[in-house]
């Protein structure tokens, strides 16, 4: 709670924070479009936490691939800050099967 206060009461500290909420809402329109007509191919990893399944049902409708959920029980809306280990012992082993996967590149000679 220390470094909340300390950086969202420095001038402009919440400006960072709420600054992609308030794009989204500007740009929904334009996000929508795009998710519709390119949707992304790359590998995708949902972390809900609080939120329930709204991050799976979010990205879901804007991939082109299979969606890989995971949900943090116990976790709030700050899952890096509020449960580190839970969330690295998610991530790792889902960039383990992407990398694992993943088509070597070959650059020219």
């Given at each position: 709670?220390?470094?909340?206060?300390?950086?969202?009461?420095?001038?402009?500290?919440?400006?960072?924070?709420?600054?992609?909420?308030?794009?989204?809402?500007?740009?929904?329109?334009?996000?929508?479009?795009?998710?519709?007509?390119?949707?992304?191919?790359?590998?995708?990893?949902?972390?809900g936490?609080?939120?329930?399944?709204?991050?799976?049902?979010?990205?879901?409708?804007?991939?082109?691939?299979?969606?890989?959920?995971?949900?943090?029980?116990?976790?709030?809306?700050?899952a890096?800050?509020?449960?580190?280990?839970?969330?690295?012992?998610?991530?790792?082993?889902?960039?383990?099967?992407?990398?694992?996967?993943?088509?070597?590149?070959?650059?020219?000679?």
């Amino acid at each position: 709670m220390d470094e909340f206060a300390r950086t969202y009461s420095r001038p402009g500290g919440f400006r960072g924070v709420s600054g992609p909420y308030g794009s989204m809402l500007r740009e929904g329109a334009d996000i929508t479009t795009l998710a519709a007509t390119r949707p992304l191919t790359a590998p995708v990893l949902a972390v809900g936490a609080g939120g329930g399944a709204f991050t799976e049902s979010t990205l879901s409708s804007a991939v082109d691939s299979p969606v890989r959920s995971v949900q943090l029980q116990g976790v709030g809306h700050y899952a890096a800050l509020e449960a580190p280990d839970q969330l690295a012992a998610t991530l790792l082993p889902f960039c383990e099967d992407v990398d694992a996967s993943a088509v070597p590149v070959r650059l020219p000679s």
